[in-house]
């Protein structure tokens, strides 16, 4: 019973934006047949028109409601308005049955192939969910495993061993600290990935200063990575970008990481923000080894091997940190990119402005050429 009820709302959906539609091309076809109309007296234009009208109502329209309804009053339009004796009914017209059935019958196959088309897309898209999710989940168990197996074996080490030496023990825990970090990094990504990807919740974007969510990344930066130098570049004038900013800092803070433990032999990072286009660009440019070509086109897709690092551990994966960041810059209706430079690897994404931005950034080039 249940399952009927719901094949019933699915075939027969309602939604003020399909009604609007369905009003808007009837609206045309109206009143393109009565300008053909007064143009021309001979009958017979109408109704090519209006099965038009029904084909297009039945495309972008969901279910099979207003497809239906717009077969019955596409003949009620003819009949009453656009076929002699005008604005009469008389449904003893030679050929009207014909007429109905052929509006029925064009909204209903075009609505069930539009439904058909509709659900294939949703079945595609739930299949490249599945796709990530397990792809996300193969490197979470990885990413999981090895720093754990790290933190058991450097405590246990410790407190199996009451002879170490105050140093050993000290490299042990600090060890054991940088797993833990790790993990609440991994964790932190995860629960963004869960953020974005439930269908009930929303990311709230405020207008938020671009310069003061760069200069957060790279003070916590700093405190990881003391031995790395970062230049910060950002326009002259304030930045305010709409964004969820604890998302976008996190985005920061994954490309920064990633830019030391992946770039291997990085140095210097220069993290810049510039208005371009009607966006924001954020850029994070490093000195490292860069990218190896052949992982540049599965980048974001979480699909990447791990990496060894020089202790074996392996627990250091781009992938997971990168397509967490693509979902975050595209829950923002942006987009990113990775390129190689000749020295080192640059990361950018770019974020749309509000229209206020938009408008005196471009008042701004206009009287800058001027």
């Not at 001979?42 to 297009?56: K, N, Q, R």
């Not at 088309?117 to 969910?129: D, F, G």
């Not at 993290?271 to 954020?282: E, K, M, N, T």
Request: aromatic share 8%; charged share 20%; hydrophobic share 45%.
């Amino acid at each position: 019973m249940k399952r009927k009820k719901n094949l019933f709302s699915q075939w027969f959906l309602f939604s003020w934006k399909d009604l609007f539609i369905s009003a808007a091309i009837l609206l045309c076809a109206v009143c393109f047949c009565i300008f053909l109309q007064s143009a021309d007296t001979t009958e017979g234009f109408a109704s090519p028109i209006f099965v038009l009208a029904v084909l297009l109502i039945s495309r972008f329209t969901s279910g099979y409601l207003f497809g239906s309804i717009a077969a019955v009053l596409g003949v009620i339009f003819v009949n009453y308005i656009f076929t002699s004796p005008y604005w009469a009914l008389n449904f003893t017209l030679a050929g009207y049955p014909l007429t109905f059935l052929t509006f029925l019958m064009v909204s209903i196959i075009t609505s069930t192939l539009t439904s058909q088309a509709k659900q294939q897309e949703r079945l595609r898209v739930e299949n490249e969910k599945e796709k990530m999710r397990a792809n996300l989940l193969r490197s979470v168990s990885h990413d999981i495993r090895t720093p754990l197996t790290s933190i058991v074996g450097a405590t246990s080490a410790v407190l199996e061993n009451p002879g170490l030496s105050p140093d050993d023990q000290r490299e042990l825990l600090e060890d054991a600290r940088a797993d833990a970090q790790w993990l609440i990094r991994v964790v932190e990504n995860l629960l963004s990935i869960t953020r974005i990807g439930d269908t009930s919740a929303h990311i709230t974007k405020q207008p938020e200063a671009a310069e003061e969510v760069l200069g957060e990344a790279v003070r916590k930066f700093r405190k990881r990575f003391p031995q790395i130098r970062v230049q910060v570049q950002a326009p002259g004038d304030l930045l305010m970008v709409p964004m969820d900013p604890i998302l976008i800092e996190q985005v920061l803070s994954n490309l920064l990481e990633n830019a030391v433990i992946h770039g291997k032999t990085t140095t210097e990072i220069r993290l810049s923000v510039w208005p371009d286009s009607g966006y924001a660009r954020f850029s994070v440019e490093d000195n490292g080894q860069g990218i190896p070509k052949k992982e540049l086109p599965t980048l974001f897709d979480g699909t990447l091997k791990h990496n060894e690092t020089a202790s074996g551990d392996g627990k250091r994966n781009m992938g997971l940190g990168l397509s967490v960041c693509l979902a975050i810059v595209r829950a923002h209706g942006g987009m990113m990119d990775a390129s190689n430079l000749a020295n080192g690897a640059v990361f950018s994404f770019r974020l749309p402005l509000s229209e206020e931005e938009k408008h005196e950034y471009s008042r701004k080039d206009l009287s800058g050429r001027g």
